[in-house]
């Protein structure tokens, strides 16, 4: 006879997510409804206010750049990660590359954000080797603005998108592409008809994996941005000290989180019914040639 | 199972109940982050055979919260003035028996007359007092205006930076246009926003972190903030390139103290430890490692390293006090700051 050990074994991970993710949240989401303490806290007493003072251009303006950021952050990342993903797949040293994409996070997230100050500071290696050779005469203010904190994003996530879309394309059949341009398939028409859709799960994953996390950025802005390069994460950490506005910190925190899941309900959806779309007519075509 | 829980068990109470000789008393301190030379808090461990813990926070909305929120069996603690009376107001603080704090007279009475944020110290005993000023590159910053005004020079934008604290801003630009720095007037705080505009237009960022280091490294020419947030970060030979100047209108003090919790364990060595501090000798030492005026008057005979600056530098400076329900006011201005152009 045949046990079901099934609830055994996502105990761990039930337990784990229901102490770290969903109790947690709840209490976000509670405490968004509730009213401030004067000195910080919250009175439980039942109110709308933080989700009134959500109708203010000054979060609405935040939002829109926290949006801009991200998204111009994903689209370069992924755009990036997927030729870089090919190569490694393709190479002979995969291993060797898999690595070196790894590296990085054996050092601390903070200390190599440290790390770009010193690359594109005033005072940099960057600017001191433009200086040194003339290419300009004054420095180039490279840090402290919106362009620095997108650089800094994707260098910091983009490894999130190349493991996901590597893992993907390694398991692409290649003959595939070669029977492509065997049936007269340009180089680029072979990539974009066949080995695109076949790596959609990947995309989508690193899609998910690198805009989610620049979505809720706090230290990349905090420590590389300047006086317009506000996102979410820096007004919810202001308004949970420096204000004590506890509820409105819960209600900014689950606007950023309803935004999120929303984006990418949508955004499987959409992947799955293109997928699906996509499926139907090669079945449809399919059929076709049988019939005839 | 069973057998091996009660191993376990059995461990542990010979672990705990024989695990230590005779016990020393504890203080436990929860202090901003080096505020005190160590070798002071071991001295007094010594003197006085107690095992100090000494735990320490950055911020004191973080110290407020940890408290807050149930925390942490903590004796003595150093807020700012401004959460003095927030606390005074929650009922957190043990009133304070000056008879048993015999050093309380070697404070300085002026000092002591404007602290509105708990008038009479009754709760709490002042520790160490400063201001934000500019510290400048001399060698790179020409202009000679030594007013919060230097802010509007637009020559050395891109090489400045004003502290990401809404109140220290907000204050200088207040005091800029002879104001209060605790105003409540809405009209003013308007007004002080167009200046803080005005500043914004010449600065690389906001920063209360790294702006030290950043001027330690040249990066910056000239940053707002504490004193010694830049010259610890500079050694003996870069200081004197360094000029540290409170502007001439002034701006907000702060004022730390020692408060004695109303739920502390060990009131008596609390009181031992702000008794030890205000030691004439021990005072000196402290505000030598750190520069900063002494609030301590016979302390004064006893230190040895010049401050960035005396108390009567601060003539047309004012303390900061809790602003209550208006802090709401500070935060919408601040707001269309972070986002305006």
């Given at each position: 006879m045949k046990k079901n050990y099934g609830p055994f074994y996502v105990a761990p991970v039930t337990v784990w997510l229901a102490c770290f993710f969903v109790i947690p949240i709840s209490i976000i989401v509670y405490y968004s409804f509730l009213t401030k303490g004067i000195n910080g806290g919250v009175i439980h007493k039942l109110s709308l206010d933080a989700f009134r003072a959500l109708y203010n251009p000054t979060i609405f303006q935040i939002t829109i750049n926290t949006f801009q950021v991200a998204i111009l952050a994903t689209v370069i990342m992924v755009s990036f990660a997927i030729p870089a993903s090919y190569f490694m797949a393709r190479s002979r040293f995969k291993n060797f590359f898999l690595l070196l994409v790894i590296?990085?996070?054996?050092?601390?997230f903070l200390i190599r954000i440290y790390a770009w100050m010193a690359i594109?500071?005033?005072?940099?290696i960057f600017n001191n080797i433009l200086l040194s050779t003339g290419i300009i005469n004054n420095h180039i203010q490279f840090l402290y603005n919106t362009n620095a904190v997108i650089l800094v994003t994707i260098y910091t996530y983009l490894p999130f998108a190349i493991l996901p879309l590597y893992s993907t394309i390694e398991k692409f059949d290649f003959s595939l592409l070669e029977a492509a341009r065997d049936l007269g398939a340009t180089k680029w028409k072979a990539m974009a008809s066949i080995l695109l859709p076949n790596i959609r799960g990947g995309i989508t994953t690193a899609v998910l994996f690198t805009f989610i996390p620049a979505f809720g950025s706090y230290a990349i802005p905090q420590i590389i941005g300047g006086t317009n390069s506000y996102m979410l994460g820096n007004v919810i950490a202001r308004e949970l000290t420096v204000t004590r506005n506890w509820p409105l910190a819960s209600s900014i925190s689950m606007v950023l989180t309803v935004f999120t899941t929303l984006g990418v309900l949508l955004f499987m959806r959409f992947n799955r019914s293109a997928t699906e779309s996509a499926r139907g007519q090669k079945q449809k075509t399919v059929a076709a040639g049988a019939k005839a | 199972m069973k057998r091996l829980l009660c191993a376990a068990a059995a461990a542990l109470f010979l672990v705990t109940g024989f695990g230590c000789g005779p016990q020393k008393p504890k203080l436990y301190i929860y202090n901003w982050t080096y505020y005190i030379p160590d070798e002071v808090v071991k001295e007094f461990g010594k003197r006085y055979g107690v095992k100090v813990y000494y735990d320490m926070y950055s911020s004191n909305e973080e110290m407020y919260a940890k408290l807050k929120s149930g925390?942490?069996?903590?004796d003595l603690v150093f807020p700012s003035g401004d959460f003095v009376s927030i606390m005074i107001k929650e009922g957190m603080l043990e009133e304070i028996d000056k008879s048993r704090v015999p050093n309380y007279g070697n404070l300085d009475t002026t000092v002591l007359s404007k602290l509105l944020f708990d008038p009479g110290s009754r709760y709490s005993v002042p520790y160490a007092m400063g201001t934000a000023g500019i510290s400048i590159d001399k060698r790179k910053?020409?202009?000679?205006?030594?007013?919060?005004?230097?802010?509007?020079?637009?020559?050395?934008k891109g090489r400045v930076t004003l502290l990401d604290d809404m109140r220290e801003v907000l204050g200088a630009a207040l005091k800029t246009l002879g104001y209060s720095v605790n105003s409540k007037d809405t009209a003013q705080l308007e007004k002080a926003k167009q200046v803080v505009m005005g500043w914004k237009k010449n600065i690389v960022k906001f920063d209360s972190e790294a702006f030290g280091k950043g001027f330690a490294a040249g990066e910056f020419w000239m940053v707002h903030g504490y004193a010694e947030n830049v010259f610890l970060e500079l050694d003996e030979k870069a200081q004197e390139n360094v000029e540290f100047f409170i502007p001439d209108e002034g701006g907000p003090i702060y004022m730390d103290n020692m408060v004695i919790l109303k739920n502390a364990r060990n009131k008596d060595l609390a009181y031992q430890f702000i008794n030890y501090i205000h030691e004439p000798e021990v005072y000196a030492r402290i505000m030598d490692f750190f520069q900063l005026p002494s609030v301590n008057v016979p302390a004064r005979k006893h230190m040895t390293v010049e401050p960035h600056y005396q108390i009567e530098d601060l003539a047309t400076s004012e303390f900061k006090e809790d602003l209550g329900e208006h802090i709401e006011l500070y935060n919408k201005i601040w707001q269309e700051i972070m986002v305006g152009k």
């Open positions: 590296i990085p996070f054996w050092t601390n594109l500071g005033n005072n940099g | 925390g942490a069996g903590y910053i020409a202009d000679t205006t030594r007013s919060w005004r230097i802010l509007d020079n637009s020559d050395y």
